[in-house]
């Protein structure tokens, strides 16, 4: 795993540093995921020099977080975070510190992340620097605090989804004190940016545990500061590849038409959590060739997943919905031969309502097959029609 691209650049980044007679080291995620045996390519770097420092190493640099001792290096081909050994000043939103120092340390940094299994840093040579029990607690499939808990979550209370969110992901427990430190802090989640729990949300709706997540949503307390419906039962059987099928789920089994901007979803999250709203209550009584036109195959897939995921069974495979889809006479309205204009010409009716309603009628007759879509054949359905 470590022959890929990305940590291959970042080895030549963290020579680079040791070069010019300087310590650096792969942190984060990275090294989390290469002991649980995943594939990560977001490789990080941290380091005791200053970011001036680092700055002066490479070519090629941008600011991305300096003040936060954070420079992107671009000197390798590919993007590479540098971070400055930092350790966080006093936190009072619940969210960022007021101010960081930077140090030579890397112990003094591992000690201000939020997980073990976070808080490893791993040598150019392959070295692991496991202070806090980070290996052991992966082997364990536990989730636990750096140090005390109750200061990590009063630091940063999104810390507490975290926890709840890598839960998902992995399958791991949460280890018992660090989620009484939760239990005990639950309602300071109320302090932190929605899009920040929004982030959080997207993630969880993609993890391969989600029904222990929501477990783990309850019993930490964090449900009850939570907006919408969490029960562990109704996300048994929910699987998503994209965020935008969990927040119409959620949509949908809360019932609260203030869900999705509480949440700060955007336009597009919202029109599709609606359309699969309508397409699922329509299912309810059955789709007919209007909703196979109208809806995208996304959203008629969504919902045909939400009403078996509801525990209601359907007469018809997933697979037929594709097949029903792409038999249809055409696939947009766009594709219909004739417009209002046609019409007009057809009569002597004056411009009016009765254009839409002509119009509906005839992309109905082409779609049921009650018509071909030629223009000569649809002129003498409009004489028929008109005379209706």
């Known amino acids: 795993m470590k022959n890929d691209i990305a940590w291959q650049v970042a080895g030549r980044v963290i020579e680079k540093i040791e070069?010019?007679?300087?310590?650096?080291?792969?942190?984060?995620?990275?090294?989390?995921?290469?002991?649980?045996?995943?594939?990560?390519?977001?490789?990080?770097?941290a380091t005791n020099a200053l970011p001036l420092e680092v700055k002066a190493i490479f070519s090629n640099t941008i600011d991305v977080g300096i003040e936060h001792g954070t420079v992107l290096v671009l000197d390798e081909g590919e993007p590479i975070e540098v971070t400055t050994y930092r350790t966080d000043g006093e936190y009072t939103d619940h969210r960022r510190p007021n101010e960081v120092k930077f140090v030579r340390s890397?112990?003094?940094d591992l000690a201000r992340r939020d997980f073990t299994m976070n808080?490893?840093?791993?040598?150019?040579?392959?070295?692991?620097?496991?202070?806090?029990?980070?290996?052991a607690d992966i082997k364990s499939k536990?989730?636990?605090?750096?140090?005390?808990?109750?200061?990590?979550?009063?630091?940063?209370?999104?810390?507490?989804?975290?926890?709840?969110?890598?839960?998902?992901q992995l399958g791991f427990s949460i280890e018992t004190q660090t989620k009484q430190a939760a239990k005990q802090l639950a309602e300071q989640i109320q302090f932190v940016a929605k899009e920040?729990?929004?982030?959080?949300?997207?993630?969880?709706?993609?993890?391969?545990?989600?029904?222990?997540?929501?477990?783990m949503l309850n019993e930490t307390g964090l449900v009850q500061y939570l907006l919408g419906s969490f029960h562990p039962h109704q996300w048994h059987n929910f699987q998503a590849n994209n965020p935008f099928v969990g927040w119409a789920y959620l949509n949908l089994i809360s019932n609260d038409d203030k869900l999705l901007s509480y949440y700060k979803c955007s336009n597009k999250e919202k029109a599709f959590a609606k359309q699969v709203k309508q397409a699922y209550n329509k299912l309810q009584v059955g789709w007919d060739v209007l909703d196979y036109f109208q809806y995208d195959i996304e959203v008629l897939q969504t919902?045909?997943?939400?009403?078996?995921?509801?525990?209601?069974?359907?007469?018809?495979?997933?697979?037929?919905?594709?097949?029903?889809?792409?038999?249809?006479?055409i696939a947009n309205v766009h594709q219909l031969v004739v417009n209002g204009n046609h019409?007009?010409?057809?009569?002597?009716?004056?411009?009016?309502?009765?254009?839409?309603?002509?119009?509906?009628?005839?992309?109905?007759?082409?779609?049921?097959?009650?018509?071909?879509?030629?223009?000569?054949?649809?002129?003498?359905?409009?004489?028929?029609?008109?005379?209706?």
Request: hydrophobic share 45%; aromatic share 10%.
């Open 19 to 45: 070069q010019a007679g300087f310590e650096a080291v792969f942190v984060g995620g990275a090294v989390r995921d290469l002991f649980i045996g995943k594939m990560n390519n977001d490789v990080d770097v």
């Open 196 to 215: 920040r729990i929004h982030a959080e949300l997207d993630k969880m709706w993609m993890s391969q545990s989600i029904s222990q997540g929501m477990t």
């Open 119 to 135: 808080a490893m840093a791993l040598t150019r040579q392959g070295e692991t620097i496991d202070l806090y029990g980070g290996k």
């Open 303 to 329: 919902a045909y997943d939400f009403t078996c995921w509801q525990g209601d069974k359907l007469d018809f495979d997933k697979k037929q919905i594709a097949e029903k889809k792409s038999a249809l006479p």
């Open 343 to 388: 019409f007009m010409r057809w009569t002597e009716k004056k411009r009016g309502p009765w254009i839409k309603e002509v119009l509906d009628a005839a992309l109905l007759a082409v779609l049921t097959g009650e018509v071909v879509n030629e223009k000569e054949r649809l002129k003498e359905w409009f004489h028929d029609y008109d005379k209706r």
């Open 142 to 168: 536990l989730i636990r605090a750096v140090g005390n808990p109750l200061q990590r979550f009063e630091e940063d209370a999104l810390r507490m989804m975290r926890a709840v969110r890598f839960s998902a």
């Open 106 to 108: 890397l112990a003094e």
